[in-house]
């Protein structure tokens, strides 16, 4: 297999392509070109649709194998067959309030990263919503209401969203990048996809994102869950700023 080329992650604003068809399999649709994220690192995958000689086929989402993305169509989708010329569009709702969401993530692990020294054991999230896991035995006083006035003034201060890949050496020199990505990068991997929020955050992620903090909008932290021994969750909500 030649492998698809991940459109997406040269260019997250990308919402509308051509492609061919390079296999049509029961685990779903490969193209030689995608921008559909197949999901990874907490954001889940894009919907979509391809159109083909009059034919529309629904894309209810995409899982990455080595080399290819599978798009998987709705039930009972018609399938385009090997070397059809198609036009691939992602829902754009869906995939622009997912970046949104991904890019405050990023935001709100750069904020509790900087002022509480707490490290992020795990994240995920649904369009406008996310959560984020962390150890932390005392929970200040006034955290929440902290930690969400921080969060939206870093957002007002417009930051710069800046991806790009980076030698292993160069990316594991980074603090931050080490403590929280050291283990999940393999060894094999000697260039490293890097998304900085300049001056906040630097992460090791191979997610879509926004291209400046204020793009996030509001962000809410909707509560501080106590999950035991000192494991919190915290949920957030964006909405329009
Ligand atoms: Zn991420």
Not at 28 to 49: C, E, H, K, M, N
Not at 58 to 68: L, Q, S, V
Not at 219 to 231: C, M, R
Request: proline content about 6%; hydrophobic content about 40%.
């Amino acid at each position: 297999m030649v492998g698809t080329l991940r459109l997406e992650l040269g260019d997250a604003t990308l919402r509308e392509w051509d492609a061919t068809v390079l296999a049509t399999t029961e685990d779903g649709i490969v193209l030689d070109r995608s921008a559909f994220y197949p999901g990874g690192g907490g954001q889940p995958p894009d919907t979509g649709v391809l159109l083909w000689q009059g034919v529309q086929t629904r894309i209810a989402g995409a899982r990455k194998t080595a080399d290819d993305v599978y798009l998987i169509p709705a039930d009972g989708e018609p399938m385009p067959p090997p070397g059809t010329s198609v036009r691939g569009a992602l829902d754009d709702d869906r995939r622009s309030a997912l970046m949104r969401t991904h890019s405050a993530l990023h935001l709100l692990n750069g904020v509790v990263w900087r002022d509480f020294g707490l490290l992020v054991t795990s994240a995920g999230m649904e369009p406008l919503e996310g959560r984020m896991d962390f150890d932390l035995p005392q929970v200040p006083d006034g955290f929440r209401e902290q930690v969400q006035a921080t969060c939206n003034a870093e957002i007002q201060a417009d930051r710069q969203i800046v991806v790009r890949a980076m030698p292993r050496p160069e990316a594991f020199a980074i603090e931050q990048v080490a403590r929280a990505a050291r283990d999940l990068v393999p060894e094999h991997i000697q260039e490293v996809r890097i998304v900085e929020i300049v001056g906040l955050d630097v992460e090791a992620d191979g997610g879509t994102h926004v291209a400046s903090t204020r793009q996030i909008g509001n962000l809410e932290i909707v509560k501080v869950e106590n999950k035991g021994k000192g494991f919190r969750r915290l949920r957030i909500r964006l909405t329009d700023g």
